[in-house]
T-cell receptor, first 113, second 112 residues
Framework: KNQVEQSPQSLIILEGKNCTLQ??????????LRWYKQDTGRGPVSLTIMTFSENTKSNGRYTATLDADTKQSSLHITASQLSDSASYIC????????????FGTGTRLLVSP | DAGVIQSPRHEVTEMGQEVTLRCKPI?????LFWYRQTMMRGLELLIYFNNNVPIDDSGMPEDRFSAKMPNASFSTLKIQPSEPRDSAVYFC??????????FGQGTRLTVV
């Protein structure tokens, strides 16, 4: 069964600290993996997208990694800011195009002052 | 471009009533998606269109749900009759052939 699991479910960190969110997937055939940020009351916004051959990709203070062998990904946030408080969703695309996406249920991050 | 526009932002209705959610995709995008998001199940694809034609509606939960895309700039998701378990946030997203998908701000539906 195609599944995406994320951990932790929720996380509280102090402003300025780093954190790492985890994503494990059992999706086949794999096409790519995306990380989305979803602010409260808003739609998800894409942060990064990685294909099978990419190990890491950065977007500002966000760095995503992908290990296609172990089917694991992580999203590292450096020097967290209050505006990083949001849900972070890991999404894996099947090799049939964007249309076939498997969503994780997300990690809810709260950055505290 | 103003992005994907959904209306209404919030909808509260009584069980049994008809509910219509609306979406205006980004101009030029040829894919349109309807998703439902709940705490328990996360984001689920309900249906998607390509060039106004429904391609995959296997995610539509029941016959009470229907979606249309009469033209490239407008789509509706209708629930008739609505039930309390339909309460969720409904997102519309659009995508071009060579672009990432962009989500609207969602419609929060509450059926009482």
């Amino acid at each position: 069964k195609n599944q995406v699991e994320q951990s932790p479910q929720s996380l509280i960190i102090l402003e300025g600290k780093n954190c790492t969110l985890q994503c494990n997937y059992t999706v086949s055939p794999f096409s790519n993996l995306r990380w989305y940020k979803q602010d409260t009351g808003r739609g998800p916004v894409s942060l990064t997208i990685m294909t099978f051959s990419e190990n890491t990709k950065s977007n500002g203070r966000y760095t995503a990694t992908l290990d296609a062998d172990t089917k694991q990904s992580s999203l590292h946030i450096t020097a967290s800011q209050l505006s990083d408080s949001a849900s972070y969703i890991c999404v894996v695309s099947l090799n049939t195009g964007f249309q076939k996406l498997v969503f994780g249920t997300g990690t809810r991050l709260l950055v505290s002052p | 471009d103003a992005g994907v526009i959904q209306s209404p932002r919030h909808e509260v209705t009584e069980m049994g009533q008809e509910v219509t959610l609306r979406c205006k995709p980004i101009s030029g995008h040829d894919y349109l998606f309807w998703y439902r998001q709940t705490m328990m199940r996360g984001l689920e694809l309900l249906i998607y269109f390509n060039n106004n034609v429904p391609i995959d509606d296997s995610g539509m939960p029941e016959d009470r749900f229907s979606a249309k895309m009469p033209n490239a700039s407008f789509s509706t998701l209708k629930i008739q009759p609505s039930e309390p378990r339909d309460s969720a946030v409904y997102f519309c997203a659009s995508k071009g052939s060579l672009t990432e998908a962009f989500f609207g701000q969602g419609t929060r539906l509450t059926v009482v």
